[in-house]
């Protein structure tokens, strides 16, 4: 097994980022427990939060099929961390959702949850992130591709991150403090400034109507307006809680919910892990989980579910994908939505650069292992994972100029359900292999959360494969793909 060398003592000795050092990766442990609470708080709130609803609210119809959407994810991601916490304070690593998974189930296993954690769980993602920022920007500045837009901020904050530990920690710091300030202040004016529902006007009902007469906006019969409109779309039957709409719904939802375990990709250099890992991993669910929920009671107060379209070019209904932009502009007018936008482009950074600092990490704990080259596993006099952060970026912007953010989006969700069930299957083998190893932290009620979350896990990909098989067989090729891959990494590896 190939180990990380040690940083330099130069960066020590001048006590401009001295800290502990862990002795089996050679990091210092340097970020504090709220700024690991922070880097999962600016993770998960992104762009999904902002784009989610509006795509899954037409296919729900109704306010309770949306609401127990969101509640299902946000209990996915509880029973998710709560496992999760218990494997990092395990194993203090980095990536220590990787390393676990890589000592549980084998190097097979812990191969495949690396990459597809890399590839989708980060390097899709960033890119997607990056794509949603460079497109907000157009709208106030139409000349500038989101394509030069996603380069020039990836590559900005990747050259931050490679260089230092601290001063990536503390652009975050600010960044999640922003990030937090905006949604609280979103929900409040939401709370606050509710005024007359956002309806469907008589154009896209008629179009509905001619569509489909069957469907919840079809069947409204014409002339209907005002109060008896908002009550018929408020009355709206949709599909059952245990369909496939649902189920598919809640795999788009995992997207925002993505990152609430990204504490454990920087694990080795938390300071007091044991501790801190399991605070941050569960206290950003419950936080975050709150949160999305008081955004989504804002928007069913403006827009009922069913209504929650407009007309594409060609004069069909589409799905309504801006939906907190389009909100705030209802609320605040046009001036206060552009400020909106300008404030959501200063909260997608935020995400992309906690994904650029943890993302670099599972790159190098791959290398420590032996399963990716062992020069991106080298720290910096600093302690960063230069290489690996680099080598991250420079995939990325691949992703960014070859790809659609339609086809960046279109599996992330169910290839990251695979690959935390592999997670939930480690706490239940390592449980039962090695009772006695220490445990700083162990799952409360354990094994109903690791259970629940892969029973779940398990219902969420059967609903995706009733309702549409084209996500399956993208998830299938992928995870077919990286397999071959695996050995032409090893024979890498080998010859270097």
Request: net charge positive; glycine share 12%; proline share 6%.
């Amino acid at each position: 097994m190939t180990t990380p060398p040690a940083p330099s003592e130069s960066g020590a000795a001048s006590g401009v980022e001295s800290a502990s050092i862990d002795r089996e990766s050679g990091q210092r442990r340097l970020i504090s427990g709220p700024s690991a609470l922070g880097i999962c708080i600016a993770s998960m709130i992104g762009s999904g939060i902002f784009t989610v609803t509006g795509f899954i609210g037409p296919e729900l119809v109704s306010t309770r099929n949306l609401m127990a959407a969101w509640v299902i994810g946000g209990l996915v991601a509880l029973c998710g961390g709560l496992s999760v916490a218990e494997l990092a304070a395990m194993r203090p690593r980095a990536s220590a959702q990787y390393v676990v998974v890589h000592d549980a189930l084998g190097a097979g296993a812990g191969y495949l949850k690396g990459m597809i954690t890399l590839l989708i769980g980060y390097v899709s993602s960033l890119a997607a992130v990056a794509l949603v920022t460079g497109e907000y920007l157009q709208q106030l500045a139409p000349a500038i591709d989101p394509r030069i837009t996603a380069t020039a901020v990836l590559t900005a904050l990747s050259l931050v991150h490679a260089r230092t530990v601290l001063g990536g920690q503390r652009i975050n710091d600010i960044l999640v403090a922003f990030k937090l300030l905006l949604v609280v202040g979103f929900i409040g004016v939401g709370f606050v400034l509710m005024g007359e529902p956002l309806l469907p006007s008589a154009e896209l009902l008629d179009a509905a109507r001619r569509l489909d007469p069957t469907s919840p906006l079809g069947a409204i019969p014409a002339g209907t307006a005002g109060p008896q409109l908002e009550a018929l779309l408020r009355g709206a039957t949709g599909p059952g809680l245990l369909s496939g709409a649902v189920g598919l719904a809640v795999v788009s939802i995992s997207f925002a919910y993505l990152g609430w375990s990204t504490a454990a990709e920087v694990a080795g250099e938390v300071r007091r892990p044991q501790r801190n890992l399991p605070l941050a991993i569960i206290g950003s669910v419950l936080l975050v989980g709150t949160l999305y929920l008081l955004i989504n009671i804002v928007y069913l107060r403006v827009i009922p579910p069913v209504a929650m379209v407009e007309l594409g070019a060609g004069g069909e209904l589409v799905a309504l994908p801006a939906i907190g932009s389009t909100v705030a502009q209802h609320l605040l007018g046009e001036r206060g939505g552009s400020f909106v936008t300008i404030a959501l482009i200063g909260l997608f950074v935020s995400t992309l650069s906690t994904g650029t600092m943890t993302g670099g990490r599972i790159f190098a704990a791959m290398s420590w292992k032996g399963q990716l080259p062992a020069p991106l596993g080298q720290l910096n006099e600093h302690g960063a994972p230069t290489r690996a952060i680099l080598v991250m970026l420079a995939i990325t912007l691949t992703m960014v100029w070859s790809s659609s953010l339609a086809s960046l989006l279109e599996y992330v969700g169910l290839l990251t359900t695979i690959a935390m069930m592999l997670a939930m299957v480690s706490v239940i083998v390592l449980r039962r292999r090695s009772p006695d190893l220490p445990r700083p932290f162990r799952v409360p009620l354990y094994p109903i959360p690791p259970l629940i979350s892969l029973g779940i896990g398990s219902w969420l990909v059967a609903s995706a494969v009733q309702r549409d098989w084209q996500p399956v067989a993208a998830t299938a090729g992928t995870i077919i793909a990286i397999t071959l891959l695996r050995p032409v990494l090893t024979r890498t590896v080998s010859a270097a």
